[in-house]
């Protein structure tokens, strides 16, 4: 007991575990609700609830069947009385109306007279959403009747196809099991409801990111602090042996990570409950439609318990791998690099496998598919093992056990006989000899000397610097030329290389002459089908040709005209010369949404593992008496610290930024840059005359503004923190989570900004991160030259 | 005793084997193995991008209609999607038989290939060529390209495709947009080596384009347009055939020289189209299975059109119905309904028959079928696939033939 309370204590004493849960929680609960209450789709619905739930009392009150046809002659209704509506504004022919209103009347005179009635009431468009709603929900009632009613002659349907009916195939064990699985479900009653509530909170995801974090966080508290503190020497020495020490830190973790999980989603509920409310709680599950392929009988409070438990074990699960990760592996980096790895090849699994790929047992035996619980326990699926098919909740519970009888006693067994230090590596004789002999001692290193030796040599940022250059280099050698598909593509380029630049009197006269030819080219081809001096065969082969200049070049010259209409519009606009700009390249250049997501991301990704530990290196091998002692004050150290973690900005900056750059000049040539970005398409709203080159050089400052904030914030937690890997965990969470948000949002983007004139949000966005990286700069500097060593 | 009943089952035995052996449903009749050569189903000539939406495998057929997959089982012509989950609707992406806009399915050696287009935000992004299990439980990726094939097929283990690739630079001028390159790839479906290059049209370069792809036997058969390359004036029409042992190219011609092309199988011959006319009838050549040794076939009148499915030969008046000039000289072409007539292969006919006023805008012809033709079309319910049941030639006696349907959306 006073293992597991001292274990606990050192959890709650953890100052930036209480800060990051709080924080944490509370993005969680507020993204929630921003998040989305700020959909516009949800937002209308959320406004038409409580209309909604008036109706739906009355409709549940009367008999099924009866509410079911009302519904669907209301619908046809107000489908009538919004033609009608429509039409009488939009036609002026009063006689043509009336026909129409005549043919409503007499194909359905009951809806019609319906219709009438609305009309006099007051056509409103949100009651007739309303009903819409309603009648889907109403006779979902029957189509999950029919649907489970119905699987076991599907069933029989389906193995009657020689393609099914193999037995021992994974095809005809699976239809066979299907029916058998959904069986109990021939009782469940379906109720209509109000479901909006029900599905966002099930299926919100930042949760899920924000409590694998703090999973992280508990690890590293629990596993890995004591290690970088020289303390394991200290609490593996027991008379009782060490299995205590790690059952104990093992308890702990899983009860607060359990806790933290029901807390957290809980709060989710809530915010949920609140908003939108989550209707009756006793109706059964499959009620909801989105979970039709549900098979677990209960009802809706049934699930949402079941849910909150998944996750309870899924993080669980999820924090006795990483608890085995962090005593198995003594290097902080190393940690880092291989918990990031699989997390992210997780990810990568899970999202961009096909479901029918060879490789789907990959998808589906996945952390993040147990970590989305509407997919696993509301979606029935099989998976083929030796062409039988085993459920995925099944496999689910095979990997909890594995978890409980393999990885939690392999984390007790190798906490226990881990030796408590490093030893030496296979080949650290030999390197030390080589270093000896290529570089001589020769008295005191410059202060800036030695902290580049700790950053890049010791902290083996040399290494990821090497691999950024890897990256660099296949940037700059990738092919990015385009692939034209079609004449028209061709065609569009070849005027566009001529026409490209700001729009001269010869440009004009030039695209007056191509019209022209247009023109006489089409003239000549009404007159050739309408000719009957020449033979059907001449008329085909004269027509072919012209088409075919007209499907190629003329298209092209098509795109150009809308192009020059455009531009023309938006250089009066602006005061300025129209310019052509190759819109194919711009875009490339310009609106290439994952380029810029992935750049900036590996950015952020490398900034965490490269400047987590410029300020904690001195902590972790107890040397941090030793510099903070210093003749002439701390100051000159921090500043060189800065600088040195400013030389890896710039050198990682460069690698990831400017072989695409330069890849691109090389393919595409300079003349697009000194066009304004007002005349790319998509681009039309711009009210600036921006050059392209100018808003790239403002999206890099963005860019950079915002990395070098991260940069700031990282330095200042690895000061504060004095340690690695909890620097990176936290910084992670805060730069990346915001990523991933970003990830699944293809319209937050920088070039986004300039398509909708909000190049202030830009100049905002460069500013603050000056004051926020100013801010967090001043308070490490004040933090180290202030501290007791 | 024993030894005299032995000997009886024995030969027994082998007649029904050799029974077995003639019959034309049989994978391989000594020429064409429907299981394993180009499975091209021909379609109505009067839709320009007509489609190979129908293939045919050793148990019955596979047909794409609505972006679904469905299996029509061969002994009772009854259609499924080819999914093998009960509790699933098919009607999104979730579906084992979803596969999206696709235009073409071959199957091939128990697989289904297909094309589809990879992309991200509506921008094209190259091709990649699919093949999926016989149950549809299983989709993998042969390969990508980047570039958007004009035409494709599996023959022999083997994907073939034509590519185009434009040649452009700050030099090319309003002339020069139609010059490009033309290049056929062979790639093994087992990816078991790399790319090949099989064919470069090294004599065309303006308006150049491979057309019409197709392959019998160890030649690989196309159609090759274009202005001469260096001397654009010079238009090259040519009909050719490679042969994929030794990769020598001949062009497909008629004893005359004109250009035959379009070859289609009939029981051991290819039948070529040619532009040749004779007592103002369109001549058909038939030649060898190896594309030697042309003859004269069959001729037919300006607005009819042929079809073989390896038994039989099909004169089809599509064309007809949309021409404003009729020859008439023959009932079937001045018809203003749908209207074929059904030949052997010693041109003895068979039966004809109408599809009356509700036909279908294309119907695939599978090369090696017997059994059945296919229609997959489009009506104001939706997609359709019906077909015909070809055991009723003899009776039809250009009567309106009646449908089966074997799918029809909703």
């Known amino acids: ?789 | 005793m024993k030894k005299a009943l032995i000997s009886i089952i024995l030969i027994l035995t082998v007649t029904l084997i050799g029974c077995g052996c003639n019959d034309i449903n049989n994978e391989y009749d000594g020429h064409y193995n429907y299981i394993t050569d180009c499975q091209l189903a021909k379609a109505a000539l009067l839709q320009p991008f007509a489609k190979c939406n129908v293939t045919k495998c050793e148990t019955g057929y596979y047909a794409l209609a609505s972006k679904i997959l469905y299996y029509i089982e061969g002994s009772t012509m009854q259609a499924t999607p080819l999914c093998n989950k009960p509790n699933c609707m098919h009607n999104d992406e979730s579906c084992n038989a979803y596969v999206g806009v696709v235009d073409d399915i071959f199957y091939s050696d128990g697989y289904i290939y297909y094309m589809e287009s990879a992309g991200v935000d509506h921008e094209f992004e190259g091709s990649s060529f699919m093949k999926m299990s016989a149950d549809g439980s299983q989709k993998e990726e042969v390969l990508y390209t980047e570039y958007s094939p004009d035409d494709w097929i599996v023959h022999k283990g083997k994907l073939y495709y034509c590519v185009k690739k434009y040649l452009v630079d700050d030099n090319t001028g309003l002339d020069d947009i139609n010059y490009a390159d033309c290049y056929i790839y062979s790639y093994p479906t087992d990816k078991s080596s790399d790319v090949n290059e099989v064919y470069f049209a090294e004599e065309i370069e303006k308006n150049a384009q491979i057309s019409s792809l197709t392959a019998y036997g160890d030649n690989l058969y196309f159609h090759l347009y274009g202005m001469k390359r260096y001397n654009d004036k010079i238009e090259v029409v040519k009909s050719l055939k490679l042969n994929l042992s030794d990769s020598t190219v001949t062009e497909t011609v008629s004893p005359s020289g004109e250009q035959i092309s379009g070859p289609m199988y009939l029981d051991g011959m290819l039948i070529f189209s040619s532009g040749e006319e004779e007592d103002g009838k369109h001549l058909y050549y038939k030649t060898d299975f190896d594309g030697n040794n042309p003859e004269k076939f069959i001729s037919t009148y300006d607005g009819e059109n042929i079809i073989c499915d390896g038994k039989y030969l099909y004169v089809d008046n599509y064309i007809a119905l949309n021409l404003a000039n009729h020859i008439e000289n023959d009932d079937s072409v001045n018809k203003k309904e749908r209207y074929i007539k059904v030949y052997d292969s010693d041109l003895n006919k068979v039966d004809e028959f109408s599809l009356g006023s509700d036909s279908a805008k294309t119907w695939s012809i599978l090369p090696v079928d017997d059994k059945v033709f296919m229609f997959c079309g489009k009506n104001n319910d939706g997609e359709f696939i019906f077909y015909y049941d070809k055991s009723e030639f003899g009776s039809l006696n250009g009567t309106v033939w009646d449908k089966e349907f074997a799918y029809q959306s909703k």
């Open chain 1, 1 to 789: 007991m006073r293992l597991l309370s001292s274990e606990f204590r050192k959890l709650f004493s953890n100052r930036l575990f209480i800060i990051c849960f709080a924080l944490f929680f509370i993005v969680n609960a507020v993204g929630f609700y921003f998040l989305t209450s700020s959909n516009e789709m949800y937002k209308y619905e959320l406004s038409l609830s409580n209309s909604y739930n008036e109706k739906l009392a009355e409709y549940l009150k009367m008999d099924k069947n009866r509410a079911i046809s009302k519904l669907s002659n209301l619908k046809e209704a107000y489908q009538i009385a919004s033609n009608i509506q429509s039409e009488s504004s939009e036609i002026a022919d009063t006689s043509y109306v009336n026909a129409i209103i005549e043919q409503y009347r007499t194909e359905n005179p009951k809806a019609y007279e319906m219709a009438e009635e609305i009309i006099e009431d007051g056509f409103n468009s949100d009651d007739m959403y309303v009903n819409e709603l309603l009648c889907k929900k109403f006779s979902y009632i029957d189509e999950y009747k029919k649907f489970i009613s119905e699987m076991q002659s599907r069933k029989d349907s389906q193995l009657k196809f020689s393609v099914f009916s193999r037995p021992n195939t994974f095809a005809y064990n699976n239809i066979e099991k299907t029916p058998q699985d959904f069986a109990h479900l021939n009782d469940v009653e379906i109720t209509p409801g109000y479901d909006l509530g029900i599905v966002l909170t099930t299926s919100f995801q930042l949760t899920d990111y924000l409590l694998l974090i703090l999973v992280l966080l508990v690890c590293v508290t629990l596993f890995s602090l004591e290690r970088d503190n020289g303390l394991t020497v200290l609490i593996k020495s027991t008379s009782k042996g060490r299995q205590h020490t790690a059952f104990s830190k093992l308890a702990v973790t899983l009860l607060i990570v359990a806790g933290m999980t029901l807390f957290f989603f809980m709060s989710i509920l809530s915010v949920g409950q609140l908003v939108f409310g989550l209707g009756d709680l006793n109706r059964s599950i499959q009620s909801v439609p989105e979970f039709m392929n549900c098979t677990i009988k209960c009802s809706v409070l049934g699930y949402l318990v079941i849910w909150l438990v998944q996750k309870m074990l899924t993080f669980c699960a999820i924090a006795l791998v990483s608890a085995l990760l962090f005593i198995l592996i003594k290097s902080t980096n190393l940690t880092y690099i291989v918990i990031a790895i699989l997390f992210s090849a997780e990810f990568c699994l899970y999202n961009f496998v096909a479901p029918t790929s060879p490789l789907n047992h990959l998808k589906y035996i996945n952390l993040f598919y147990y970590l989305n619980s509407n997919e696993l326990i509301g979606n029935y699926l099989n998976l083929d093992f030796f062409t039988k098919p085993v459920n995925t909740l099944s496999l689910y519970f095979v990997f909890l056990l594995l978890c409980i009888i393999v990885i939690l006693p392999l984390c007790v067994v190798f906490f226990s006989v881990q030796k408590q230090f490093s030893e030496k590596g296979l080949f650290s004789n030999l390197s030390e000899r080589i270093r000896r002999k290529v570089h001589i001692f020769s008295g005191s290193a410059s202060i800036f000397k030695g902290e580049c030796f700790k950053h890049y040599v010791s902290s083996k940022v040399l290494l990821v610097i090497a691999f950024v250059a890897v990256f660099g280099i296949f940037a700059l050698n990738d092919n990015i030329n385009i692939v034209y598909q079609n004449g028209e593509d061709v065609a569009y380029a070849t005027y566009l290389n001529r026409l490209e630049g700001e729009l001269t009197p010869d440009k004009e006269k030039f695209i007056d002459k191509e019209q022209k030819y247009f023109d006489e080219l089409n003239e000549e081809k009404i007159s050739i089908e309408s000719s009957t001096t020449i033979t059907e065969d001449e008329k085909t082969t004269q027509l072919t040709a012209i088409n075919n200049i007209l499907d190629t070049r003329g298209r092209g010259f098509e795109r150009v005209m809308l192009q020059y209409e455009t531009i023309k519009a938006t250089g009066e606009k602006l005061g300025i010369t129209p310019c052509f700009v190759n819109y194919t390249v711009g875009s490339r250049l310009m609106t290439d949404s994952h380029r810029e997501w992935i750049l900036f991301s590996l950015f952020i990704v490398i900034l965490v593992f490269a400047l987590s530990g410029v300020f904690a290196y001195e902590h972790k091998h107890r040397m941090s008496y030793l510099i903070c002692s210093a003749k002439n004050g701390k100051g000159k150290l921090v500043v060189t610290k800065f600088l040195v973690a400013l030389l890896t900005y710039s050198i990682v900056y460069t690698l990831i930024y400017l072989p695409y750059m330069i890849n691109f000049i090389a393919t595409f040539g300079t003349d697009i840059f000194s066009n304004p970005l007002a005349f790319l398409e998509n681009f039309q709203n711009l009210e600036s005359t921006i050059t392209i080159s100018q808003a790239i050089i403002l999206e890099a400052l963005v860019h950079i503004a915002l990395s070098m904030t991260a940069g700031a914030f990282i330095l200042f937690l690895s000061n504060i923190l004095k340690n690695k890997i909890t620097a990176m965990v936290v910084s992670t969470s805060v730069t990346l989570i915001p990523c991933m948000v970003v990830y699944f949002s293809n319209d937050l983007r920088i070039f986004s900004l300039f398509m909708e004139n909000r190049l202030w949000i830009m100049i905002l966005i460069i500013i603050m991160s000056i004051i926020l990286s100013t801010l967090f700069a001043l308070l490490t500097y004040r933090n180290f030259i202030g501290k007791q060593a």
